[in-house]
DNA sequence: CTGAAAGCGCTAACAA
DNA sequence: TTGTTAGCGCTTTCAG
């Protein structure tokens, strides 16, 4: 075994400049108070020495972590792959490095994670996923990412939360008042929906965007069918068998996220029922795999990479007295998924 | 602006527990050397104060930082996503927080998120992405990981790095074998290989799989053609496009990963060309969507969750004098984009 | 412009 | 069993 003294410390930099640690932390910093040429100096030596400060030293002497904590409900789902890809690239470039959590679509285990991040000093907390539709759900979560806040830490979150803090917003509601629309004006009448857990705002808002559009036609929710499964490709599985034994005259399915349109696509497909001629199908999301499925997805595109970007961009910005708020563009795109409503036999 | 004296600190759960912080800390550290109704006392103190030790202070008084380091090409990319999950999950479970890096396939990326992560002084460096074929390549990163081992640090890889560590090793050779055999098997025989970058060793194990199965069967890879380009869906795209145009006679595709794979099957279907009738295809790794593509994908399965979460158990162990290499399980897994080779027009 | 020294919050000897 | 105290490596006044 090596002695444990691996890494070299400002101590070592300073000494082997011939300067005192004070002056050698001035020059790596880049803070003023030091010529040029003792700090060039100490530079070269920090460089040649392979010099990196030691974070925790840094922070617990009242720097920053140079950290930002992400959370995700699972990394796996590449909607939450996408935004932590945003994430990362910007962290990068401002030299940050990322903390990243898995929520599993629980508050209690959200709230965990908050506090594991709070205890790691992370200069920012980005909430990654959804809200919930019950603020008491998160009020704990509230409550601890307020002290934090009021500590100096800096959050953001993408969705729409209960909590008081910058907000990157993908518009839901008109996200699933267009892929709607887009249904209804190929004649579509018979729809089912396949949401996620109704707790979850992203659903909620989604769901409020289709029964918009249906109002929009005179039609109401309460008309077609709106099974809430687990927001994955299994439960989009899942709801597709169930809803279509329940209802064999549906000519189009509505699944609330992109992964769940996967799950609908494969029973549709293990049925042997024609993608889009006998049944239309749409997602939400455009997850990258959306363009490359057959029959392609019809979807609504959000920029879940820009999304991350612009939510650490936001939480790196100084505080401001009212909250930000930032609601990004989607587009529906329609593809090879979605087709006019087959004309009931005679 | 609140005052910046947000969280609790050790000392003010002792001050509340009438007790020393040494006792404090030996109590919540579940150290023994502490009566059971003191440590009790000073727990249930801890926690109606919502006290979490700074990780900082921790880690720089000599403690474990309770952090991990994962290196990936590109969380976006659902291989290293899925490992990701893998890493997370385990790490939850033990009370660990993970950083995540991007390395962009690039060698002096790596080496500075590897020092970045040193800096950090997490307790283990999971380096994901695929090792280099030219050991020069990474000898910085090996020399500074050898050093943060020496130090105390834990390292562990997955794929074949030319750094000295323990490592879980997918069998790229076999999968690469496999595939190409069940080609042959079908009586493909002018089969295409579309590949990512040389250089990298996943690529090199997997090709060198290609080989040894066409040798089985008296043929050699100098007869088949190679396209080395990114590894990646666009690169998979790209790839076919050339292939397809220089070589119009081939029957068969291996892509040398499942996102290659999917940018492959999108160019077969803008070209009209049926898969697998006219054309069949496999890639490698069996990534969640593989399933439901369609046609689905035929390709090796690694168990990429399973190979995340045995990176970090491995690091977690005490070291071992000689590095541990743990080979992972692959399966071919065939599904419906290969089919026999169709029978040369007379 | 530069250096000395006081912490930051915690762990781990060492005492009591 | 419990308390005292010396650092861990760095930033940041405060002197010089």
Redesign the interface.
């Known amino acids: 075994?090596?002695?444990?003294?691996?890494?070299p410390r400002l101590a070592d930099v300073a000494a082997r400049a011939g300067v005192s640690i004070a002056t050698a932390s001035r020059s790596l910093a880049g803070r003023e108070g030091v010529s040029e040429a003792v700090a060039a100096h100490v530079r070269e030596i920090a460089l040649q020495l392979?010099y990196?400060?030691?974070?925790?030293?840094r922070?617990?002497a009242g720097g920053a972590?140079s950290?930002v904590g992400l959370i995700v409900h699972?990394?796996?789902d590449?909607y939450f792959?996408?935004i932590?890809?945003g994430v990362?690239?910007v962290a990068?470039q401002r030299g940050l490095?990322?903390?990243?959590?898995?929520s599993a679509r629980d508050p209690r285990t959200e709230l965990h994670q908050i506090?594991?991040?709070?205890?790691?000093?992370t200069d920012a907390i980005i909430v990654a996923g959804s809200g919930y539709t019950e603020p008491a759900l998160q009020a704990e979560s509230n409550a601890?990412l307020q002290?934090?806040q009021?500590?100096?830490?800096r959050v953001a979150v993408i969705g729409r939360h209960f909590l008081a803090a910058d907000a990157v917003r993908p518009d839901n509601e008109a996200a699933g008042r267009a892929v709607t629309a887009h249904l209804l004006e190929l004649g579509h009448r018979r729809i089912g929906v396949i949401a996620g857990p109704a707790v979850l705002t992203t659903v909620a808002d989604r769901l409020a965007g289709v029964a918009a559009a249906l109002a929009d036609r005179g039609l109401s929710l309460a008309d077609v069918p709106v099974l809430h499964t687990d927001f994955t490709?299994n439960g989009g599985h899942a709801g597709a068998e169930k809803l279509l034994a329940e209802h064999p005259d549906l000519t189009a399915l509505i699944a609330l996220n992109d992964v769940m349109a996967?799950?609908v696509?494969?029973v549709l497909?293990a049925h042997g029922i024609a993608v889009p001629q006998q049944m239309s199908v749409a997602g939400v999301d455009d997850v990258?795999?959306a363009?490359?499925?057959?029959?392609s997805l019809t979807t609504v595109r959000l920029p879940m990479?820009e999304m991350g970007e612009l939510a650490l961009t936001m939480a790196l910005k100084p505080p401001s007295a009212r909250k930000r708020r930032k609601t990004t563009g989607h587009e529906l795109v329609v593809r090879d998924s979605t087709g006019p409503a087959p004309t009931p036999a005679p």
Request: net charge positive.
């Open positions: 075994m090596a002695k444990p003294r691996s890494a392979g990196v400060a030691n974070v925790h030293a922070t617990l972590t950290t699972e990394i796996g590449p792959a996408e932590a890809s990362i690239e990068a490095t990322v903390q990243i959590c898995h506090r594991t991040l709070i205890a790691h000093r601890v002290a934090f009021d500590g100096g830490g490709r996967i799950g696509l494969s497909r990258a795999v363009a490359d499925l057959a029959p990479t």
